[in-house]
């Protein structure tokens, strides 16, 4: 696929599609502004060349309904302060009032227009809604990695319109890394998984076994390979219906010679609270009535040692319940871990994201997907639909 850098964009009208839904304090504050910052270099670089700038983004679940809440405004705001200069809110994203606004733009302008999903159209993925889109522009660049698994308007149908879409660079940036890993990647490859259930993640299991040379399975998930193993996990969170699943991914990790880790040991507690009991026990002694929230420090170091001398690591879900602080201290020594690794680590998933982000040690980690479901999917083998649309011109 084409990158912006790679088209005439001076003085053109450019369409971007960027992922700025972005978490909101109620007072309308954005308190985390790392996708709008992610995507910094590609608005930039627009600017550079005097293009007319006219950025895309949904916010939240609106459900095709205009909502204050939902409103763009406080994202104009906090894009201003990053830009340090005027970005001007569309009363909508479509319409004879935008269309005026968008031909009245003078080169270096940046508009945002309003959310996306105020128009149902947008997720239903309908063609006139996307040309109304791309009628306001003459160049279409996505760079929304994060929503590019999406059909939707703003991501698939706009770019059937235009003769070049291209991908902006952070687009570029989430791609070759996740490629590199899938495709070429430094052995020994390690891909560690966690997150709450195995459901959410099993096709990239399936499809990871046969790609890694290690697996490290950590979280909520690990309990249902487990008890699949014919361990008793007390009431941890567990998924009885996929047990022969997890049976059949550990025979597979034998069968290729892939070494699986699960949990040695795990912190356990009465109930989901951080001011409920807690204590550290193997996992075969888990108490009938308690549940394992976070892995335990043998486990800690297992998996630590088994990072050792690998040279790519894939990570994608916390290793326990990281937000209420007594377990998040798994979460934390595997971002040390990793951090510390010297391989090249690839980090996805908005949990795990935030976990890295708020142990200090981002800047040691190679790259941070700003994706969650593209990220997955990709795992998985599957094609973004996003990605094709770009792919296909």
């Known amino acids: 696929m084409k990158s912006i850098d790679q088209l005439d964009i001076q003085g053109k009208r450019i369409f971007l599609r960027v992922d700025f839904n972005v978490p909101m304090d109620e007072k309308g504050n954005v308190t985390d502004d790392a996708r709008m910052r992610a995507s910094l270099p590609t608005i930039q670089y627009a600017l550079s060349r005097n293009a007319r700038v006219i950025l895309a983004s949904h916010l939240g679940r609106p459900k095709g309904k205009a909502e204050a809440k939902y409103s763009m405004g406080p994202v104009a705001r906090r894009l201003g302060e990053l830009l340090k200069k005027e970005v001007q809110l569309a009363p909508d994203c479509?319409?004879?009032?935008?269309?005026?606004?968008?031909?009245?733009?003078?080169?270096?302008?940046?508009?945002?227009?309003e959310?996306?999903?105020?128009?149902?159209?947008?997720?239903?993925?309908?063609?006139?809604?996307a040309k109304s889109l791309a009628s306001l522009a003459e160049i279409y660049v996505n760079d929304a990695f994060a929503v590019s698994h999406r059909a939707h308007a703003s991501v698939e149908a706009v770019a059937k319109f235009f003769p070049e879409p291209a991908a902006g660079f952070l687009m570029r940036e989430e791609l070759k890394y996740l490629h590199r890993v899938m495709e070429d990647p430094a052995r020994p490859?390690?891909?560690?998984?966690?997150?709450?259930?195995?459901?959410g993640k099993l096709e990239v299991l399936k499809n990871l076994i046969s790609r890694v040379d290690k697996l490290i399975i950590g979280g909520g998930m690990a309990f249902t390979f487990l008890k699949s193993a014919g361990i008793e996990v007390g009431q941890s969170l567990v998924e009885d219906e996929l047990l022969n699943?997890?049976?059949?991914?550990?025979?597979?990790?034998?069968?290729?010679?892939?070494?699986?880790?699960?949990?040695?040991?795990?912190?356990?507690?009465?109930?989901?609270e951080a001011s409920a009991p807690n204590k550290i026990t193997p996992v075969q002694e888990i108490p009938q009535d308690w549940m394992g929230v976070d892995i335990g420090p043998a486990t800690i170091i297992l998996f630590g040692e088994a990072l050792q001398n690998t040279q790519t690591i894939l990570w994608n879900g916390p290793m326990g319940v990281f937000e209420m602080e007594p377990f998040s201290r798994g979460t934390f020594e595997m971002v040390r871990h990793i951090a510390s690794s010297g391989a090249v680590s690839i980090?996805?998933?908005?949990?795990?994201?935030?976990?890295?982000?708020?142990?200090?040690?981002?800047?040691?980690?190679?790259y941070i997907s700003t994706a969650g479901g593209a990220f997955l999917e990709l795992l998985e083998g599957k094609a973004l639909p996003g990605v094709e649309a770009l792919k296909k011109k």
């Open 347 to 366: 980090v996805g998933g908005g949990d795990t994201d935030l976990a890295v982000h708020k142990s200090g040690k981002a800047s040691r980690i190679s």
């Open 245 to 272: 699943t997890a049976r059949e991914i550990t025979e597979t990790a034998k069968e290729k010679g892939v070494k699986l880790y699960l949990p040695v040991d795990c912190v356990v507690a009465e109930k989901l």
């Open 115 to 129: 959310n996306l999903r105020f128009h149902k159209e947008e997720e239903q993925n309908d063609p006139a809604f």
């Open 189 to 199: 490859l390690v891909a560690v998984i966690g997150g709450a259930k195995v459901s």
């Open 94 to 113: 479509v319409g004879p009032e935008v269309e005026k606004i968008v031909h009245a733009m003078k080169p270096g302008d940046v508009l945002l227009l």
